[in-house]
């Protein structure tokens, strides 16, 4: 059973880099064949895709965020790291970690997903 599971700071400073993780159960990130995506969900908002990174470590990102995200993975920890520098108060959102077979760029229909993580709230505030 593949399981996800983000975690982050929660209360983030404007202008500071948000650093969210999410760890991975289940499956080996490096040889499981999944590509790994961020997406979040500001208060009241829809769905927005981040990017994702494969399990060879390559790497494909939102053209709205590109500039200021990057994601990266421990496979010593099998963890997916999300960086979001120059934070403002409109990257309050919750933030899910997904899997899927294939790659998805954009697309944020969960059922398009195999897994998601329950999702951890970050309020960028100061």
């Known amino acids: 059973q593949v399981q996800l599971q983000e975690s982050g700071p929660g209360l983030v400073k404007p202008w500071q880099t948000l650093s969210l993780t999410c760890t991975v159960s289940g499956v080996s990130i490096p040889t499981g064949w999944y590509y790994w995506s961020w997406i979040r969900q500001p208060p009241g908002k829809g769905l927005e895709w981040m990017g994702l990174i494969g399990y060879s470590g390559s790497t494909y990102y939102s053209p709205s965020l590109k500039s200021r995200t990057s994601i990266h993975m421990d496979t010593s920890k099998n963890q997916i790291t999300l960086q979001l520098v120059s934070v403002t108060p409109e990257d309050t959102a919750v933030y899910y970690c997904?899997?899927?077979?294939?790659?998805?760029?954009?697309?944020?229909?969960?059922?398009?997903?195999?897994?998601w993580g329950q999702g951890t709230q970050v309020t960028v505030s100061s």
């Open positions: 997904a899997a899927s077979k294939g790659v998805i760029l954009g697309q944020t229909t969960k059922e398009l997903y195999d897994y």
